[in-house]
């Protein structure tokens, strides 16, 4: 019951819960069972937002793009596993530069399902006795803040003024926030803005910031909302909470009404970021475990509840779950027979598919061309959707997609049959990603001989001289038909088969007549 779901979201938001507040924010956005007003789904983000700045790791720490929780790139999940690995080994050889990755990766919760403060405290100490700028900045900010210790003030200068000696831009920026508290026994306005000057001019976000915010309400300098919407939005562009937090509302303070999309869509992204400071910000990563784990149900259950606040990734997981057949019981989609499960499940994967592409999702965009490329649904294909969604998805740097179009081109379906335009994109796909090459590759290889064989069908010349050695153009045009690549990669792979069988019987051979 959507109308009475809508209801208790409105109340649980009016008392401040988060995932209410995000729900209806992507409901007004998208226009989910409610008319879509951007000015609205701003308000509900902009109340969202405000959990996320409680968290100064996030804030003031260094900012980790790894992303490790989409489930159809096992190959990532598996290279951040390593990754972590690898700086683990790394950090406790000595190596300072990844004790110090280590620590923020820690203090953010990206390894574990919630901040490990122990552990990122032992990592900066490690860092911090070797003579570390980034040792000393790292225990300023935990003391600083009080993160899993008593907020000692005194104890956080002694370290960032050590750091700051070493040029060090986090601390500047750390300590110049302290430094502007007014209540502070340290209070000294002047010196905070020289640090943060100085930090900025060394491109730290978090400076940029607190500038932007200084400049926009005029905090002991003069008002200036041209400056200041210049470092919010240097701050935002790295991705820095606060600056896209603070750009998002001095866009709309401009007193245009055109802003509220662009300001709604900003202040989602902060809404979004991944913390562990409130329970709902550990839904992806503990939906993840869960997968990697097996259990799939309660994984999509808890992937439902992120994808009803409109986070893409788990718009896409719940969707790759419910594409896949056999990960969910018939009992979770509450059928009995297998036909109502089949229709269900593909009509609730290719909901959240289209939800996931609204965000410019190309591995959405990439399934919903599928879909609708085989008719997955109604058993009816509808290549001029399919061809729109290949497009969309091409435009986004997806490789398949572009092969898919390249494909499209070079037999002609749903497309003009145009060889050039069909190399053109199996050699995009290749520079849009390396592991493309093999397929790409066997492609060009069947390009070529479908040219030629092309070639040779509609020239007169060659009908005749073919037609005069005694063949007839019925076995050229079979052989032609043939040589289509999927045909030329069964094939190949044929004769490496029967090269590997024939190499293991030598090899055998040889190890037999060795023992007699």
Same mark, same amino acid.
Not at 93 to 110: D, F, K, P, R, V
Not at 380 to 408: C, K, P, Q, V, W
Not at 455 to 468: C, M
């Given at each position: 019951?959507?109308?009475?779901?809508?209801?208790?979201? !409105?109340?649980?938001?009016?008392?401040?819960?988060?995932? #209410?507040?995000?729900?209806?924010?992507?409901?007004?956005?998208?226009?989910?069972?409610?008319?879509? #007003?951007?000015?609205?789904?701003?308000?509900?983000?902009?109340?969202?937002?405000?959990?996320?700045?409680?968290?100064?790791?996030?804030?003031?720490?260094?900012?980790? &793009?790894?992303?490790?929780?989409?489930?159809?790139?096992?190959?990532?999940?598996?290279?951040?596993?390593?990754?972590?690995?690898?700086?683990?080994?790394?950090?406790?050889?000595?190596?300072?530069?990844?004790?110090?990755?280590?620590?923020?990766?820690?203090?953010?919760?990206?390894?574990?399902?919630?901040?490990?403060?122990? /552990?990122?405290?032992?990592?900066?100490?490690?860092?911090?006795?070797?003579?570390?700028?980034?040792?000393?900045?790292?225990?300023?900010?935990?003391?600083?803040?009080?993160?899993?210790?008593?907020?000692?003030?005194?104890?956080?200068? /002694?370290?960032?003024?050590?750091a700051v000696k070493l040029g060090e831009p986090g601390a500047m920026t750390?300590?110049?926030?302290?430094?502007?508290?007014?209540?502070?026994?340290?209070?000294?306005?002047?010196?905070?803005? #020289?640090?943060?000057?100085?930090?900025?001019?060394?491109?730290?976000?978090?400076?940029?910031?607190?500038?932007?915010?200084?400049?926009?309400?005029?905090?002991?300098?003069?008002?200036?909302?041209?400056?200041?919407?210049?470092?919010?939005?240097?701050?935002?562009?790295?991705?820095?909470?606060?600056?896209?937090?603070?750009?998002?509302?001095?866009?709309?303070?401009?007193? /245009?009404?055109?802003?509220?999309?662009?300001?709604?869509?900003?202040?989602?992204?902060?809404?979004?970021?991944?913390?562990?400071?409130?329970?709902?910000?550990?839904?992806?990563?503990?939906?993840?475990?869960?997968?990697?784990?097996?259990?799939?149900?309660?994984?999509?259950?808890?992937?439902?509840?992120?994808?009803?606040?409109?986070?893409?990734?788990?718009?896409?997981?719940?969707?790759?779950?419910?594409?896949?057949?056999?990960?969910?019981?018939?009992?979770?989609?509450?059928?009995?027979?297998? &036909?109502?499960?089949?229709?269900?499940?593909?009509?609730?994967a290719l909901e959240y598919y289209t939800q996931a592409a609204e965000q410019?999702?190309?591995?959405?965009?990439? /399934?919903?061309?599928?879909?609708?490329?085989?008719?997955?649904?109604?058993?009816?294909?509808?290549?001029?959707?399919?061809?729109?969604?290949?497009?969309?998805?091409?435009?986004?740097?997806?490789?398949?997609?572009?092969?898919?179009?390249?494909?499209? !081109?070079?037999?002609?379906?749903?497309?003009?049959?145009?060889?050039?335009?069909?190399?053109?994109?199996?050699?995009?796909?290749?520079e849009i990603n390396s592991n493309a090459k093999f397929p790409a590759t066997?492609?060009?290889?069947?390009?070529?001989?479908?040219?030629?064989?092309?070639?040779?069908?509609?020239?007169?010349?060659?009908?005749?001289?073919?037609?005069? &050695?005694?063949?007839?153009?019925?076995?050229?045009?079979?052989?032609?038909?043939?040589?289509?690549?999927?045909?030329?990669?069964?094939?190949?792979?044929?004769?490496?088969?029967?090269?590997?069988?024939?190499?293991?019987?030598?090899?055998?051979?040889?190890?037999?007549?060795?023992?007699?």
């Amino acid at each position: 019951n959507k109308a009475n779901a809508f209801v208790y979201y !409105h109340f649980a938001a009016s008392a401040g819960d988060f995932s #209410s507040l995000s729900v209806l924010g992507y409901k007004h956005l998208a226009g989910i069972g409610t008319l879509k #007003s951007c000015e609205e789904s701003f308000d509900y983000y902009k109340r969202a937002a405000q959990f996320i700045l409680r968290d100064p790791a996030l804030i003031f720490g260094v900012q980790f &793009s790894i992303e490790h929780n989409r489930i159809a790139e096992q190959s990532t999940n598996n290279k951040f596993r390593e990754i972590v690995e690898f700086y683990t080994f790394s950090a406790n050889s000595g190596n300072t530069n990844y004790q110090i990755a280590l620590a923020h990766m820690y203090l953010q919760g990206l390894i574990d399902l919630k901040p490990d403060y122990e /552990k990122a405290r032992y990592y900066f100490t490690l860092a911090a006795n070797s003579g570390e700028a980034s040792g000393y900045t790292g225990l300023g900010l935990i003391y600083a803040f009080g993160l899993d210790t008593l907020r000692n003030e005194t104890g956080a200068i /002694k370290y960032l003024e050590k750091a700051v000696k070493l040029g060090e831009p986090g601390a500047m920026t750390i300590l110049a926030h302290i430094l502007q508290n007014k209540n502070s026994l340290h209070y000294d306005f002047k010196r905070s803005i #020289s640090l943060l000057n100085t930090a900025a001019d060394k491109n730290w976000p978090a400076a940029y910031a607190i500038l932007g915010l200084v400049h926009l309400n005029g905090l002991g300098v003069p008002v200036d909302r041209i400056k200041a919407l210049n470092y919010l939005n240097i701050a935002a562009l790295q991705n820095n909470p606060l600056g896209m937090y603070y750009l998002s509302i001095a866009q709309l303070n401009r007193g /245009k009404s055109n802003y509220y999309c662009s300001s709604a869509h900003l202040m989602k992204k902060v809404a979004e970021r991944d913390t562990s400071i409130i329970a709902e910000g550990s839904f992806l990563r503990y939906a993840f475990k869960l997968y990697e784990t097996g259990d799939t149900e309660t994984s999509a259950y808890f992937y439902e509840k992120a994808a009803v606040m409109g986070n893409e990734i788990a718009l896409s997981n719940v969707a790759h779950i419910y594409d896949n057949n056999n990960l969910l019981s018939h009992r979770y989609l509450s059928v009995s027979n297998q &036909s109502e499960y089949d229709s269900i499940r593909m009509k609730r994967a290719l909901e959240y598919y289209t939800q996931a592409a609204e965000q410019n999702s190309p591995s959405a965009h990439l /399934k919903i061309g599928d879909y609708y490329y085989y008719g997955y649904l109604n058993n009816t294909s509808d290549i001029t959707r399919a061809i729109a969604h290949y497009r969309t998805a091409s435009e986004l740097r997806s490789a398949e997609a572009t092969f898919n179009l390249g494909y499209m !081109h070079q037999y002609g379906i749903g497309l003009s049959k145009d060889f050039h335009l069909a190399k053109r994109y199996y050699d995009m796909c290749t520079e849009i990603n390396s592991n493309a090459k093999f397929p790409a590759t066997l492609a060009l290889i069947s390009l070529v001989v479908q040219f030629i064989f092309d070639f040779l069908a509609n020239d007169p010349i060659a009908i005749s001289v073919i037609t005069n &050695s005694g063949y007839s153009t019925d076995t050229f045009l079979l052989i032609y038909n043939l040589l289509v690549w999927d045909n030329i990669l069964i094939i190949i792979f044929t004769i490496l088969l029967a090269i590997t069988i024939r190499v293991r019987i030598q090899i055998q051979n040889q190890q037999q007549q060795r023992q007699q």
